[in-house]
C-alpha cells in the first residue's frame, strides 16, 4: 500500500520524539527563566523559535503525512505557540506592545485549547497524560500570574513547566529508546 506520494506508510519515522523532545526542552529553557535562573536573553529565545518552534512545526507536518491528527495538530499549534511567543517577547512588531491583560488571555486561550487537547490523550499512554494535563496548569498558572499581576505564580508556573518538560523529553526519549530496543524499556 502506497500514500498519493508512492511512499509506503512506514518510510516516515514517527515524528512524535522529535515534537515531545522539542516541546520538553524547550519548556524546561522557559521554566529555568521563570524559576529566577537567568533572563529571557538570546538563548531562550531562540530555543523557542528555532528547536520549540520550528522542530515541532516539522515534527507536525510529518504527522499530518503519517495520518495522525492529533500529533499533527498538537505540534504545529505548539510550534506556533513558540513562534508566537518568541515575536511577542523579542517585539517582532514595532509600536506594539503586550500587557499583562493581553498576556493573560493569550496564555488563557491556550490553557483553553489544551485542556480539550488533554481529553484527547484520555484512551493513550500515561506520559503524554501528564505532559498535557501538566500543560494545562503551566498556561492558566501563568494567565493568573499576568492578570493578577501576583509576581510570585512565575515560581510556581517555573515548577509546573519543569515538571511539564521532564515529562516531555522522557515520553520523546522513551519513544526513541523503546523503538531502538524494540521492546519497552521506558514504560510510557
Not at 485542556?115 to 492558566?140: E, H
Request: proline fraction near 3%; hydrophobic fraction near 55%; charged fraction near 5%.
Amino acid at each position: 500500500m502506497t500514500d498519493e506520494c508512492g511512499a509506503s506508510p512506514h518510510t516516515v519515522a514517527d515524528p512524535a520524539p522529535l515534537g515531545l523532545l522539542a516541546f520538553g526542552m524547550t519548556t524546561a529553557i522557559l521554566s529555568l527563566h521563570n524559576l529566577g535562573a537567568y533572563g529571557l536573553d538570546s538563548a531562550v529565545l531562540s530555543m523557542g523559535l528555532l528547536y520549540g518552534g520550528m522542530a515541532q512545526i516539522v515534527a507536525g507536518i510529518f504527522e499530518f503525512k503519517r495520518g495522525n491528527t492529533f500529533g499533527a495538530t498538537a505540534f504545529t499549534s505548539y510550534g506556533f505557540f513558540w513562534l508566537s511567543f518568541v515575536a511577542i517577547e523579542a517585539g517582532a512588531m514595532p509600536g506594539a506592545q503586550a500587557d499583562a491583560a493581553s498576556m493573560g488571555a493569550y496564555f488563557a486561550v491556550w490553557g483553553v485549547m489544551t485542556l480539550f487537547m488533554f481529553a484527547g490523550t484520555l484512551k493513550g499512554a500515561a506520559s503524554l497524560k501528564i505532559v498535557f494535563l501538566s500543560l494545562t496548569a503551566l498556561f492558566f498558572v501563568v494567565a493568573a500570574k499576568d492578570l493578577s499581576g501576583a509576581s510570585g505564580l512565575a515560581h510556581a508556573a517555573g515548577a509546573i513547566g519543569l515538571f511539564c518538560g521532564a515529562a516531555a523529553m522522557y515520553s520523546g526519549l522513551g519513544a526513541v529508546v523503546n523503538a531502538q530496543m524494540g521492546r519497552a524499556v521506558m514504560p510510557l
